[in-house]
C-alpha cells in the first residue's frame, strides 16, 4: 500500500509537502518498528487536518536497521535531513521562525529521531528548535525483557512465525547486550531517553507523553518515570495515563483525545 502523496527520498524516509505548504511548518513523524502504512496513515492523516499547512516528515522504521551500529544508523538517517535544512533555511531567509513538531511512537520511532537529531546537530552545531514533542508508548526503560518485548512487537505472534523470530530476536539480543557490556555502546533505551531531553539536541521545553496501563510492550511506569525526569528538568509537561489501550493503537480507542493533544502541543499553550 502506497503512501499517499509522499515522495521517497531514501529507504524508509519520505517526505509529503502539501500545494499550500506554509513556511516553517514541518511534522517529524518516526513510527513503530514494522508499522504497515495503513496504520500510519490513520496520523498522518490526523497531522494533516490538525496542521494542513505543515510538510510532513516520515520516519519508517525496520528491525533490520535498529541492529545496526549506531554509526550506521546515523549515515541511513542523513538524507531525512535535507528537507529540515532546507526548511530551517527558508525560515531564516523569510523572517519566520520555524514551526515543527516532532511525533514519535515506540523504540522504533525514538530511535529514528535521536539519530536524526544527532545528525542535525553535527551539522548545524545548534539544537533543533521544536513546538514540542509527542511520546507515544514511549520511552521505556531499559532492560533485555524489555528490549525483547519490543522486537517480538513488529513480528507475527502465530506460530511457527513466532518461534523463529523469538529465536532471531534472543540472538541478536544477546549480541546487543554483549557490545553494551563491553562499552561499544550505550545501552539503546537509556541513550534515547536522554536524547530526547538533551538541550544540546532539542530546542524546546514542551513535551507530553500517551500511554496505557495495559502496553505489553512498554510499561506505563517508565513513560511516567521519564515524565518526571523531563518535569524536574523544567519542561513543561502533559501525561495522557489510558487505563485499557495497547500498544500504539491509543488513537483508535479515543480519536478526540489524540486530536485535542495535538492541538494543545501545536498551539504552543502551556503544559
Given at each position: 500500500m502506497a503512501l499517499n502523496g509522499f515522495s521517497k527520498l531514501a529507504p524508509d524516509i519520505?517526505?509529503?509537502?502539501?500545494?499550500?505548504a506554509e513556511t516553517g511548518h514541518l511534522v517529524i513523524l518516526g513510527t513503530w518498528m514494522g508499522?504497515?502504512?495503513?496504520?500510519?496513515?490513520?496520523?498522518i492523516d490526523l497531522h494533516k487536518k490538525q496542521m494542513p499547512t505543515a510538510s510532513i516528515l516520515l520516519l519508517k522504521s525496520q528491525v533490520s536497521s535498529m541492529i545496526r551500529p549506531y554509526t550506521k544508523q546515523q549515515q541511513a538517517i542523513e538524507p531525512a535531513m535535507s528537507p529540515v535544512l532546507s526548511l530551517l533555511a527558508q525560515s531564516n531567509s523569510s523572517n519566520v521562525p520555524p514551526r515543527i513538531f516532532l511525533h514519535i511512537f515506540s523504540n522504533g520511532g525514538i530511535n529514528s529521531a535521536t539519530h536524526l537529531l544527532i545528525d542535525l546537530e553535527r551539522k548545524r552545531k545548534a539544537p533543533l528548535p521544536l513546538v514540542g514533542i509527542l511520546c507515544d508508548s514511549v520511552p521505556t526503560g531499559a532492560g533485555y525483557w524489555k528490549t525483547y518485548n519490543a522486537f517480538m512487537y513488529s513480528f507475527p505472534a502465530r506460530f511457527p512465525a513466532s518461534i523463529a523470530a523469538s529465536t532471531a530476536v534472543h540472538t541478536l539480543l544477546i549480541?546487543?547486550?554483549l557490545s553494551v557490556a563491553m562499552g561499544r555502546y550505550e545501552n539503546p533505551e537509556d541513550f534515547w531517553r536522554k536524547a530526547i531531553l538533551d538541550t544540546k539536541l532539542i530546542d524546546s521545553k514542551r513535551i507530553c507523553y500517551v500511554a496505557s496501563k495495559a502496553d505489553k510492550q512498554t510499561d506505563w511506569r517508565d513513560v511516567v518515570a521519564h515524565a518526571?525526569?523531563?518535569?524536574?528538568?523544567?519542561?513543561?509537561v502533559k501525561?495522557?495515563?489510558l487505563e485499557d489501550t495497547p500498544h500504539c493503537n491509543h488513537l483508535?480507542?479515543?480519536p478526540q483525545m489524540y486530536y485535542d493533544v495535538l492541538e494543545l502541543m501545536w498551539t504552543e499553550a502551556k503544559l
Open positions: 519520505y517526505l509529503y509537502t502539501p500545494q499550500d508499522a504497515a502504512n495503513k496504520y500510519i496513515e490513520k496520523y549480541l546487543l547486550f518526571e525526569m523531563a518535569r524536574a528538568k523544567g519542561w513543561g501525561k495522557v495515563i483508535k480507542k479515543d
